[in-house]
């Protein structure tokens, strides 16, 4: 992490998010997912609950999961940080989100995000895992639609479309 520069009540917070770096001066109680969304527009973040509880806010920071209405946001300063608006390459969607459409496994949507980047870091970290694995790995999400057996099954394809 960088040193942080102070500019009145403000300090400048520094990140690199879906490959473009940004700088700004925010609030130091600023949380990461207010960031995201208010200073730099990325509002496909979502927020859901703002206690940790639901996974409407995961993003990739440093190449580990984290839910961002949990960091704040000078915490993040110097970071890689991956948001869902950075999955799609070339305006051709990312497989993980192809296999969320391809198998309606979104309802409202809201979670949907949230569900996306922490299925991107599972299969990161496991790109073969099996339907207790995917479970337990989405364990933090959760999805008020209760649409999880086609999350899962998402899940699953997914991993088969990355695998191959
Ligand atoms: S908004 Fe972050 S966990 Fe719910
Ligand atoms: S699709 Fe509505 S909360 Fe998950």
């Not at 400048?12 to 600023?30: A, C, L, Q, T």
């Not at 940790?52 to 190449?63: L, P, W, Y």
């Not at 207790?132 to 639609?145: K, P, S, V």
């Amino acid at each position: 992490m960088g040193v942080l520069a102070n500019k009145g009540e403000k300090v400048k917070v520094r990140v690199r998010v879906n490959g473009v770096w940004y700088e700004r001066y925010v609030s130091p109680r600023m949380l990461l997912v207010d960031f995201l969304r208010d200073e730099l527009g990325l509002t496909g973040t979502k927020v859901g609950c703002d206690t940790t509880t639901c996974g409407a806010c995961t993003v990739i920071m440093n190449g580990r999961s984290v839910k961002s209405c949990t960091v704040l946001a000078v915490q993040a300063n110097g970071a890689d940080i991956l948001t869902i608006e950075g999955l799609a390459q070339d305006s051709k969607l990312h497989p993980i989100q192809q296999a969320f459409m391809d198998n309606f496994a979104l309802q409202c949507g809201y979670c949907t995000p949230g569900m996306i980047m922490q299925t991107y870091f599972l299969l990161k970290e496991n790109p073969n895992p099996t339907e207790e694995e995917i479970r337990d790995g989405l364990h933090g999400n959760i999805c008020r639609c209760t649409g999880y057996q086609n999350i899962i099954n998402a899940v699953k394809d997914a991993a088969g479309r990355m695998r191959s």
